[in-house]
């Protein structure tokens, strides 16, 4: 017996393969979660549900929240995409127009991103890995947390 005691108090189920990443809102009201199914889901927590899916086309290594209205998603294609998060939950069935897009360098697969924003969440800095080493810092600017550009 480890040192912790879970208890699962939420099932978010919908995937149809391996969850590679999740990460839950500022607020804590909702998950985005990335699969090998190559779908990335948007969850409301109280409730477990699945509020919207976003067709990747490609395996999906890892999500995060920029702030409480871009989320991060890095795919299989070695691409970093930032979406308004608001948008998606206005839409929820409709694909999504990236807000940006930034590029590894060919054939690359991004693992992990964090994300962090300054207190008036006007400036985002990205650390990327790809590769299992740690590249390079990409900045863009969130205005209001409606936009982003790289």
Not at 5 to 17: P, V
Not at 83 to 106: E, W, Y
């Amino acid at each position: 017996m480890g040192y912790f005691q879970s208890t699962i108090h939420r099932k978010f189920s919908g995937h149809s393969s391996a969850v590679a990443a999740a990460a839950l809102s500022p607020d804590a009201q909702y998950v985005v979660s990335g699969s090998y199914d190559t779908d990335v889901r948007v969850w409301d927590v109280s409730t477990a549900s699945c509020l919207s899916v976003i067709a990747m086309g490609m395996k999906v290594n890892c999500v995060g929240f920029i702030s409480s209205a871009v989320i991060a998603v890095a795919a299989a294609d070695g691409c970093l995409r930032l979406f308004d998060f608001n948008a998606i939950l206005r839409s929820p069935n409709t694909v999504p127009t990236p807000l940006s897009k930034f590029t590894a360098h060919q054939y690359q697969r991004l693992f992990s991103v964090c994300c962090v924003t300054d207190s008036r969440q006007a400036h985002v800095a990205c650390v990327c890995v790809w590769q299992g080493r740690m590249d390079e810092t990409m900045g863009c600017k969130c205005p209001d947390g409606a936009s982003a550009g790289g």
